[in-house]
C-alpha cells in the first residue's frame, strides 16, 4: 500500500512539473507571438566616420579605426510587454563592437548571427512606445541593403516568430531602414558622386541617339572584322531553312528554338543558312572561331569548329530587332574569341538560386558567346549539391534554421530567419545538376564546379560534425572519423573575414580531409560523365584561409607605440587557423610545411594529386590559395588557373603579372571592374557589397582593359573616387580569360540575381571576346593615371561605349524583355534649368517619363518640358514593352 501511495505521489508531481512547463512554454509562446506581431523595428545610420567625431574607434578593437554609429528604434505598438525571457535574433554584417542601453546587451554568435537580450536593468517595453539602443559598428552602413531582414524573437520552449516589419525577401527594406541619406560617404576623403538625376543627366551627357541606320548590322559582342553590306533579307514570312552540317542535335534545337522565340519559323523553304566545319581554312587553331557571308541568296558559314557554327548563329540572331521587321542584312564577318576563357562565377553558397534562373543564366552566357560556368557550390553558409553517401551535406549543410546545436541545420545567416523556407536554404539534386551540365553542354559551356576548401567550408564541416555525431551514437566509431573534417584538439582562436570561428575551416592536416576530397571529386566527375561532359576542370578555391584579427588593420593593445588608424585588440589570444591542431603541428615538426599560413598552399597541392588521379588535368582555384607554392610546377595537373581578384588601386595592377611570369594561366577577376554584386551606382538605395569599388556600372566594364590592367588607372578612379597611378614593372605574357562573379551575400531572390547580373553582363562579354582598337597593348614599366598620362585615345573609347549603349537600350534590352529577364533599368538623369525639364538616359531606346503631381499621372518625355514653379517633378523609366519601370526619383531644381 504504501508502494502505490509513493507511485500515485510521483505520478502526481510529474504531472504538476509537466503542467508547469507547458503553462511555461505557453507563457513563453505568447511572449515571442506579441513581441513578433507588436514590435516595430527601425534601423538607423546616424554616423559613417564616427573616427572623425569623438569616437575612438581604434580602442574598440574597428580593423583600421573604422566605425558607424546606428540606432536600433523598438517600437511597441501595443500593450506592454514585461517578460525578460527573449532574445532577438538579426543579422548583422558590421560586427557590433559597443551597445549604449543598459536594459540589453548584444552578443555575437557566429558569421553575422547576433543576439539582443534583456539585462537586469531591463524595465519591459512600456505600451505604445519606442526604446532606442544606440551601438557602434565596425566600418560603414553605406547602402541600406547592408541591413539585413528578417529579424525574430524566440525565447525557452517557444517556436521562433519573424518580427513583422521586418519579413521581405526583397530590396524594398524601407519599412524598417531609414534612408541613409547624407551619410553615404565612407570618409572625408571620399570624392565619389553620388548619383542624383542631376549628376547622371552630367554623366550621361556625352552619350547620343544613333539612327536605326547607324546601328545597322552590328553584332554583339563586337566580331574581329565585318564589312555591311547594302541589302536586307526579310525573313518573317519565309522563315529560315538551317542546313549546319557538323552540328550535334541538341545544340540545334537550341538554335531552333531562338529563332522560334523570335517568330521566325524553321522551314525547308526558308532563307538558306549553311554550314560547314572546316579548320584547315583557319591560320590558327581557335575554338570558336568562324567565316560568315550573308548575301541576298543564303548564308554561309565557315567553321573552325561546331561551336563556331553556333557562333556564327548568335551573330546572324544579333543583328536581328524584336519590335522591328525581322531582317538580316548582308555582311561579311571574320571572327575569333579573344580569350579562351569567357565566364561567369554564380555563388549559390550564400543564398540559393533556383534551377530556371542558373537555366536562364546560361541561355544568355550562350547568346553572348560567354563559354566557361564557375559554379560555387559550397560556402560557409550552405552546401547546395547532393552527394551520395553523405546525406548530412544536404539535409544539414543545405539548411538554415534556428537551431542552436546544429544537427538539424546551419544556424541562419544574411537575413535567413528561423524557417527553412528561404532562399537561404535549398541545393541542387543530382538529377538537376546532371540537367544543367547537359543545358550548358548543349550551348557549348563548360560546368566549372567549385567546392570552396580549406576555408569557407563551415557548412561541410558542420554537416560533417552531425555525421560524426550520429555514427558515434551508432558505436560505428571507424566510419565516424572517415570523413571527419575537423581535429578535436584545435582550439585554436581564429576570425574569418566574415566573422565565422575555426569550424570555418577545413583541416588540411588530417587524412580524413582528403578522403573527403576524393570522395565529392569522385561522385561530381560521374555526374559530369553521366551528363556527357566530363569534368576537365576542377575549382580548388582556397581563398581567404586566414585570420582577419592577426592582418594589417589590427595591432596588438601591449605595443608601446600604437598609430591611431589601427584597431587595438589583444593578440597574444588570436591564432593563425590550424595553430593548436596538435595534427597540424606535427606536419611542422616533420619540417612537411615551413609554418602554419603555408598550409593552405600545401593542401591545393594535395589536392591538386586527387584531381590528377581522377584523369583530370586542370586546376583553377582562386590566387591566394597558392600564394605559398612556388609555382604552377608544384602541382601535380598539367595546368593550373588563378582567378585573380585584387584590387588594382591596391596594387592588383602590377601583382598579376606575378602570377603569370610563375607558370599560371591566369583568369582576370578583379573586384573594383567584374565583380557584379557590387553596386551599379553611388546611391545608398542601390544595392550591393561596396569592398573593393563603390560602383561597377556598364560604362566602366566597358571600359576595362583586361589584358593591360595598368592602362585602368587613365580611365578610372580607385575605391574612394580617386586617381591612382599604376604600372607593371614585370613582364606580361596575356590573360587567359575574363571573368564576372556573382556573389550573392545580399542577393536573395532569382530576380535580385538578374538585376545585378543584367545589362551589366553584356559589357563584360564584348571585353571577354573583342579587344577594341582603344585598347592598349602592355607595355613594362608605363606608368597611367587619370588627369596625368593621355595614353588613351579618348575619342575612339567614346564613340565605342556610345555605339555600345545604342546597340543595348534600342536592341538588346527587348530580347532580354522577350525572355523574360529581370534586368536592371537605369534611372534617366534629369535637371531643371530656367522652368524646363530636361532628361536623358544612358541607354538610348529606353522610354523615358516624367511626372509633376508627385507620381500620380506620368508623360512619356521626348524633348525639354516647362515646369510649372512648385511641381514635384519626378523621373524614371520604362522597358520597351511598357511592362517594367526603374526606381523613381525626384529632381531638384
Same mark, same amino acid.
Given at each position: 500500500?504504501?508502494?502505490?501511495?509513493?507511485?500515485?505521489?510521483?505520478?502526481?508531481?510529474?504531472?504538476?512539473?509537466?503542467?508547469?512547463?507547458?503553462?511555461?512554454?505557453?507563457?513563453?509562446?505568447?511572449?515571442?507571438?506579441?513581441?513578433?506581431?507588436?514590435?516595430?523595428?527601425?534601423?538607423?545610420?546616424?554616423?559613417?566616420?564616427?573616427?572623425?567625431?569623438?569616437?575612438?574607434?581604434?580602442?574598440?578593437?574597428?580593423?583600421?579605426?573604422?566605425?558607424?554609429?546606428?540606432?536600433?528604434?523598438?517600437?511597441?505598438? +501595443?500593450?506592454?510587454?514585461?517578460?525578460?525571457?527573449?532574445?532577438?535574433?538579426?543579422?548583422?554584417?558590421?560586427?557590433?563592437?559597443?551597445?549604449?542601453?543598459?536594459?540589453?546587451?548584444?552578443?555575437?554568435?557566429?558569421?553575422?548571427?547576433?543576439?539582443?537580450?534583456?539585462?537586469?536593468?531591463?524595465? +519591459?517595453?512600456?505600451?505604445?512606445?519606442?526604446?532606442?539602443?544606440?551601438?557602434?559598428?565596425?566600418?560603414?552602413?553605406?547602402?541600406?541593403?547592408?541591413?539585413?531582414?528578417?529579424?525574430?524573437?524566440?525565447?525557452?520552449?517557444?517556436?521562433?516568430? $519573424?518580427?513583422?516589419?521586418?519579413?521581405?525577401?526583397?530590396?524594398?527594406?524601407?519599412?524598417?531602414?531609414?534612408?541613409?541619406?547624407?551619410?553615404?560617404?565612407?570618409?572625408?576623403?571620399?570624392?565619389?558622386?553620388?548619383?542624383?538625376?542631376?549628376?547622371?543627366?552630367?554623366?550621361?551627357?556625352?552619350?547620343?541617339?544613333?539612327?536605326?541606320?547607324?546601328?545597322?548590322?552590328?553584332?554583339?559582342?563586337? #566580331?574581329?572584322?565585318?564589312?555591311?553590306?547594302?541589302?536586307?533579307?526579310?525573313?518573317?514570312?519565309?522563315?529560315?531553312?538551317?542546313?549546319?552540317?557538323?552540328?550535334?542535335?541538341?545544340?540545334?534545337?537550341?538554335?531552333?528554338?531562338?529563332?522560334?522565340?523570335?517568330?521566325?519559323?524553321?522551314?525547308?523553304?526558308?532563307?538558306?543558312?549553311?554550314?560547314?566545319?572546316?579548320?584547315?581554312?583557319?591560320?590558327?587553331?581557335?575554338?570558336?572561331?568562324?567565316?560568315?557571308?550573308?548575301?541576298?541568296?543564303?548564308?554561309?558559314?565557315?567553321?573552325?569548329?561546331?561551336?563556331?557554327?553556333?557562333?556564327?548563329?548568335?551573330?546572324?540572331?544579333?543583328?536581328?530587332?524584336?519590335?522591328?521587321?525581322?531582317?538580316?542584312?548582308?555582311?561579311?564577318?571574320?571572327?575569333?574569341?579573344?580569350?579562351?576563357?569567357?565566364?561567369?562565377?554564380?555563388?549559390?553558397?550564400?543564398?540559393?538560386?533556383?534551377?530556371?534562373?542558373?537555366?536562364?543564366?546560361?541561355?544568355?552566357?550562350?547568346?553572348?558567346?560567354?563559354?566557361?560556368?564557375?559554379?560555387?557550390?559550397?560556402?560557409?553558409?550552405?552546401?547546395?549539391?547532393?552527394?551520395?553517401?553523405?546525406?548530412?551535406?544536404?539535409?544539414?549543410?543545405?539548411?538554415?534554421?534556428?537551431?542552436?546545436?546544429?544537427?538539424?541545420?546551419?544556424?541562419?545567416?544574411?537575413?535567413?530567419?528561423?524557417?527553412?523556407?528561404?532562399?537561404?536554404?535549398?541545393?541542387?539534386?543530382?538529377?538537376?545538376? $546532371?540537367?544543367?551540365?547537359?543545358?550548358?553542354?548543349?550551348?557549348?559551356?563548360?560546368?566549372?564546379?567549385?567546392?570552396?576548401?580549406?576555408?569557407?567550408?563551415?557548412?561541410?564541416?558542420?554537416?560533417?560534425?552531425?555525421?560524426?555525431?550520429?555514427?558515434?551514437?551508432?558505436?560505428?566509431?571507424?566510419?565516424?572519423?572517415?570523413?571527419?573534417?575537423?581535429?578535436?584538439?584545435?582550439?585554436?582562436?581564429?576570425?574569418?573575414?566574415?566573422?565565422?570561428?575555426?569550424?570555418?575551416?577545413?583541416?588540411?592536416?588530417?587524412?580524413?580531409?582528403?578522403?573527403?576530397?576524393?570522395? $565529392?571529386?569522385?561522385?561530381?566527375?560521374?555526374?559530369?560523365?553521366?551528363?556527357?561532359?566530363?569534368?576537365?576542370?576542377?575549382?580548388?578555391?582556397?581563398?581567404?584561409?586566414?585570420?582577419?584579427?592577426?592582418?594589417?588593420?589590427?595591432?596588438?593593445?601591449?605595443?608601446?607605440?600604437?598609430?591611431?588608424?589601427?584597431?587595438?585588440?589583444?593578440?597574444?589570444?588570436?591564432?593563425?587557423?590550424?595553430?593548436?591542431?596538435?595534427?597540424?603541428?606535427?606536419?611542422?615538426?616533420?619540417?612537411?610545411?615551413?609554418?602554419?599560413?603555408?598550409?593552405?598552399?600545401?593542401?591545393?597541392?594535395?589536392?591538386?594529386? $586527387?584531381?590528377?588521379?581522377?584523369?583530370?588535368?586542370?586546376?583553377?582555384?582562386?590566387?591566394?590559395?597558392?600564394?605559398?607554392?612556388?609555382?604552377?610546377?608544384?602541382?601535380?595537373?598539367?595546368?593550373?588557373?588563378?582567378?585573380?581578384?585584387?584590387?588594382?588601386?591596391?596594387?592588383?595592377?602590377?601583382?598579376?603579372?606575378?602570377?603569370?611570369?610563375?607558370?599560371?594561366?591566369?583568369?582576370?577577376?578583379?573586384?573594383?571592374?567584374?565583380?557584379?554584386?557590387?553596386?551599379?551606382?553611388?546611391? #545608398?538605395?542601390?544595392?550591393?557589397?561596396?569592398?573593393?569599388?563603390?560602383?561597377?556600372?556598364?560604362?566602366?566594364?566597358?571600359?576595362?582593359? #583586361?589584358?593591360?590592367? #595598368?592602362?585602368?588607372?587613365?580611365?578610372?578612379?580607385?575605391?574612394?573616387?580617386?586617381?591612382?597611378?599604376?604600372?607593371?614593372?614585370?613582364?606580361?605574357?596575356?590573360?587567359?580569360?575574363?571573368?564576372?562573379?556573382?556573389?550573392?551575400?545580399?542577393?536573395?531572390?532569382?530576380?535580385?540575381?538578374?538585376?545585378?547580373?543584367?545589362?551589366?553582363?553584356?559589357?563584360?562579354?564584348?571585353?571577354?571576346?573583342?579587344?577594341?582598337?582603344?585598347?592598349?597593348?602592355?607595355?613594362?614599366?608605363?606608368?597611367?593615371?587619370? +588627369?596625368?598620362?593621355?595614353?588613351?585615345?579618348?575619342?575612339?573609347?567614346?564613340?565605342?561605349?556610345?555605339?555600345?549603349?545604342?546597340?543595348?537600350?534600342?536592341?538588346?534590352?527587348?530580347?532580354?524583355?522577350?525572355? +523574360?529577364?529581370?534586368?536592371?533599368?537605369?534611372?534617366?538623369?534629369?535637371?531643371?534649368?530656367?522652368?524646363?525639364?530636361?532628361?536623358?538616359?544612358?541607354?538610348?531606346?529606353?522610354?523615358?517619363?516624367?511626372?509633376?503631381?508627385?507620381?500620380?499621372?506620368?508623360?512619356?518625355?521626348?524633348?525639354?518640358?516647362?515646369?510649372?514653379?512648385?511641381?514635384?517633378?519626378?523621373?524614371?523609366?520604362?522597358?520597351?514593352?511598357?511592362?517594367?519601370?526603374?526606381?523613381?526619383?525626384?529632381?531638384?531644381?
Amino acid at each position: 500500500m504504501k508502494k502505490l501511495k509513493t507511485a500515485i505521489l510521483a505520478t502526481s508531481i510529474a504531472s504538476l512539473l509537466s503542467i508547469g512547463v507547458t503553462q511555461s512554454a505557453y507563457a513563453n509562446q505568447k511572449t515571442v507571438d506579441l513581441m513578433s506581431a507588436q514590435l516595430n523595428v527601425k534601423y538607423t545610420v546616424n554616423d559613417n566616420q564616427a573616427n572623425d567625431h569623438g569616437i575612438n574607434c581604434a580602442a574598440l578593437g574597428a580593423d583600421w579605426a573604422a566605425c558607424n554609429k546606428v540606432t536600433i528604434s523598438l517600437t511597441n505598438k +501595443g500593450s506592454a510587454i514585461n517578460d525578460k525571457d527573449w532574445a532577438i535574433y538579426f543579422s548583422s554584417i558590421r560586427m557590433i563592437l559597443s551597445v549604449d542601453n543598459d536594459q540589453f546587451k548584444i552578443t555575437h554568435l557566429t558569421g553575422d548571427l547576433h543576439k539582443i537580450e534583456p539585462t537586469d536593468k531591463f524595465v +519591459g517595453f512600456p505600451a505604445k512606445s519606442t526604446i532606442e539602443i544606440p551601438m557602434i559598428g565596425e566600418y560603414w552602413i553605406l547602402s541600406e541593403s547592408d541591413i539585413m531582414p528578417r529579424w525574430y524573437v524566440t525565447s525557452t520552449n517557444a517556436t521562433p516568430k $519573424i518580427i513583422a516589419n521586418t519579413n521581405t525577401d526583397s530590396d524594398n527594406l524601407s519599412a524598417f531602414v531609414s534612408p541613409i541619406n547624407q551619410h553615404w560617404k565612407r570618409t572625408a576623403d571620399d570624392h565619389n558622386i553620388l548619383m542624383t538625376p542631376v549628376n547622371r543627366f552630367q554623366y550621361n551627357a556625352d552619350i547620343e541617339n544613333l539612327s536605326a541606320e547607324t546601328l545597322r548590322g552590328q553584332i554583339l559582342p563586337t #566580331p574581329s572584322k565585318i564589312s555591311i553590306g547594302n541589302e536586307d533579307i526579310t525573313l518573317d514570312s519565309q522563315g529560315v531553312n538551317l542546313v549546319l552540317n557538323g552540328l550535334n542535335q541538341d545544340s540545334l534545337a537550341v538554335i531552333q528554338t531562338e529563332f522560334k522565340a523570335l517568330n521566325i519559323p524553321i522551314t525547308q523553304q526558308g532563307f538558306k543558312i549553311q554550314a560547314t566545319i572546316e579548320p584547315q581554312q583557319f591560320s590558327q587553331k581557335q575554338a570558336g572561331a568562324y567565316q560568315l557571308v550573308i548575301n541576298k541568296d543564303k548564308a554561309t558559314i565557315t567553321a573552325y569548329d561546331e561551336t563556331g557554327i553556333f557562333y556564327a548563329i548568335q551573330s546572324i540572331l544579333s543583328t536581328i530587332y524584336v519590335d522591328h521587321s525581322h531582317t538580316i542584312p548582308t555582311l561579311n564577318v571574320i571572327d575569333s574569341p579573344r580569350f579562351e576563357y569567357r565566364g561567369v562565377m554564380l555563388d549559390i553558397g550564400r543564398n540559393f538560386k533556383s534551377k530556371q534562373a542558373i537555366l536562364r543564366l546560361l541561355d544568355q552566357m550562350a547568346k553572348y558567346k560567354m563559354n566557361k560556368f564557375h559554379f560555387h557550390l559550397s560556402d560557409d553558409e550552405g552546401w547546395r549539391i547532393e552527394i551520395p553517401g553523405l546525406p548530412e551535406l544536404t539535409e544539414i549543410g543545405s539548411k538554415r534554421c534556428h537551431d542552436l546545436t546544429e544537427q538539424t541545420c546551419l544556424l541562419p545567416q544574411l537575413g535567413s530567419g528561423p524557417d527553412s523556407n528561404t532562399s537561404g536554404s535549398g541545393y541542387l539534386s543530382r538529377q538537376d545538376y $546532371i540537367e544543367i551540365i547537359k543545358y550548358a553542354k548543349a550551348r557549348f559551356i563548360e560546368v566549372i564546379p567549385e567546392i570552396d576548401m580549406p576555408a569557407h567550408a563551415r557548412a561541410a564541416i558542420v554537416s560533417m560534425e552531425a555525421r560524426y555525431n550520429r555514427l558515434m551514437k551508432e558505436g560505428k566509431e571507424q566510419q565516424a572519423n572517415e570523413f571527419r573534417l575537423v581535429d578535436p584538439t584545435d582550439t585554436s582562436n581564429t576570425t574569418t573575414v566574415q566573422f565565422y570561428n575555426r569550424l570555418s575551416y577545413l583541416n588540411p592536416c588530417l587524412d580524413s580531409s582528403k578522403r573527403f576530397v576524393n570522395k $565529392i571529386i569522385d561522385e561530381i566527375a560521374s555526374m559530369h560523365i553521366e551528363a556527357g561532359q566530363p569534368l576537365t576542370t576542377w575549382h580548388f578555391g582556397g581563398d581567404e584561409a586566414k585570420n582577419i584579427h592577426l592582418g594589417s588593420g589590427y595591432q596588438d593593445l601591449q605595443l608601446k607605440e600604437k598609430v591611431a588608424f589601427k584597431g587595438i585588440i589583444d593578440q597574444s589570444n588570436e591564432d593563425h587557423p590550424w595553430a593548436k591542431s596538435q595534427a597540424c603541428q606535427a606536419f611542422i615538426s616533420k619540417g612537411i610545411v615551413k609554418q602554419i599560413e603555408h598550409l593552405p598552399s600545401y593542401f591545393a597541392e594535395q589536392v591538386s594529386t $586527387i584531381i590528377k588521379e581522377h584523369g583530370i588535368d586542370h586546376m583553377q582555384a582562386w590566387q591566394d590559395g597558392m600564394k605559398h607554392a612556388d609555382s604552377a610546377k608544384s602541382f601535380a595537373v598539367d595546368k593550373v588557373t588563378v582567378n585573380f581578384w585584387d584590387t588594382l588601386y591596391w596594387g592588383g595592377a602590377d601583382s598579376v603579372n606575378e602570377w603569370a611570369n610563375k607558370g599560371y594561366q591566369v583568369i582576370i577577376s578583379n573586384p573594383d571592374y567584374v565583380y557584379l554584386d557590387m553596386p551599379y551606382e553611388v546611391n #545608398p538605395k542601390e544595392s550591393g557589397y561596396y569592398w573593393a569599388t563603390r560602383y561597377n556600372d556598364e560604362r566602366k566594364i566597358f571600359t576595362f582593359a #583586361p589584358d593591360n590592367l #595598368p592602362q585602368n588607372a587613365e580611365t578610372s578612379l580607385d575605391r574612394d573616387g580617386n586617381p591612382f597611378t599604376a604600372k607593371g614593372t614585370l613582364n606580361w605574357s596575356g590573360a587567359y580569360g575574363l571573368s564576372a562573379q556573382i556573389w550573392t551575400e545580399d542577393i536573395r531572390s532569382d530576380n535580385k540575381m538578374e538585376y545585378m547580373a543584367f545589362p551589366r553582363l553584356l559589357a563584360v562579354a564584348e571585353r571577354a571576346w573583342h579587344q577594341a582598337d582603344w585598347e592598349l597593348s602592355y607595355q613594362k614599366d608605363r606608368e597611367f593615371i587619370q +588627369g596625368k598620362t593621355q595614353y588613351v585615345d579618348q575619342q575612339k573609347l567614346r564613340q565605342d561605349w556610345v555605339r555600345f549603349a545604342n546597340l543595348v537600350g534600342q536592341r538588346e534590352l527587348a530580347k532580354l524583355d522577350l525572355m +523574360g529577364i529581370d534586368y536592371r533599368l537605369p534611372i534617366p538623369g534629369a535637371k531643371i534649368e530656367n522652368n524646363q525639364l530636361n532628361a536623358n538616359i544612358v541607354f538610348p531606346g529606353l522610354i523615358i517619363e516624367y511626372s509633376t503631381d508627385n507620381g500620380k499621372n506620368w508623360h512619356r518625355y521626348t524633348d525639354p518640358v516647362t515646369i510649372k514653379k512648385g511641381d514635384v517633378v519626378s523621373v524614371r523609366s520604362l522597358s520597351a514593352d511598357r511592362k517594367r519601370i526603374s526606381r523613381i526619383e525626384q529632381v531638384n531644381e
